[in-house]
């Protein structure tokens, strides 16, 4: 993964609060720029690789203002990949849902990652090129909530001061598709606890008092393997 800065992805909060997630990863876009091309492609690479995406559906982006199944949505995801493209920052829509999305990262530990499509991510942190104009468009139309306008431009900060991903036109994309899809993978498998059965045959295991993670798990096979490899000598 390409490191931006030295912020991590997720919240530095030590909160015990576990959330029950829906969904593996939330997929934030503009959809004009990437829908039919590269978004649509992580989409499927995504999914084919057994991530339960969401990717929202483009009739619900007719209001103004973000719907309240999307919001859920976004609470509802493990992982929200944002995918900043040349009009990402021209919807307020799409402002908004990434404030929500720190939101998340900040009270119930959702991890964030940037993807930088065909977008310097200089140009996403200090709001400049077409996202700077985009924001002052903003500005002039929205003079009587400017604390919005302030939180939208203090958010894209944030956002592209975390490690993600950059493409600018040169490479292959679908290369670059496979690399977030294998380092989503293993942000998934670090911080997800397996399903084991509570009493395996054969094997009197003590119910443990809280979820076993994959390591510990695996540390347990390995340990029941030695056992009967040693027992049959």
């Known amino acids: 993964m390409d490191s931006t800065t030295n912020e991590g992805a997720s919240s530095s909060s030590s909160s015990s609060y576990t ?3 829906t969904y593996d990863v ?9 829908r039919y091309n590269f978004v649509g492609h992580l989409y499927n690479n995504l999914v084919q690789k ?11 982006k007719r209001g103004e203002e973000i719907s309240s199944a999307l919001l859920k949505a976004i609470e509802q995801s493990r ?19 990434l404030v929500h999305i720190f939101h998340c990262k900040e009270q119930l530990q959702q991890m964030v990652f940037p993807v930088f499509y065909k977008v310097d991510p200089s140009d996403v942190r200090n709001q ?11 500005e002039s139309k929205l003079k009587d909530n400017m604390d919005k306008v302030l939180r939208w431009r203090e958010t894209l900060t944030k956002a592209a001061n975390l490690s993600g991903w950059s493409f600018l036109a040169d490479g292959h994309e679908y290369k670059f598709i496979q690399k977030i899809v294998e380092d989503i993978s293993v942000q998934v498998l670090d911080s997800t606890y397996l399903d084991v059965a509570k009493y395996p045959v054969g094997i009197d295991f003590e119910q443990p008092e809280t979820p ?3 390591k510990t798990c695996l540390q347990k096979m390995f340990e029941i393997a030695f056992c009967m490899s040693s027992s049959s000598y």
Do not use: P
């Open 19 to 21: 959330h029950s997630w």
């Open 26 to 34: 939330f997929l934030s876009f503009r959809g004009e720029d990437t």
């Open 50 to 60: 057994g991530f339960k995406t969401f990717i929202d559906d483009e009739a619900l």
């Open 79 to 97: 992982i929200s990949v944002v995918v900043f493209s040349e009009n990402y920052a021209s919807s307020r829509w799409c402002l908004d849902e």
């Open 128 to 138: 400049r090129k077409s996202f700077g104009k985009a924001l002052v468009d903003h």
């Open 212 to 214: 076993i993670s994959w």
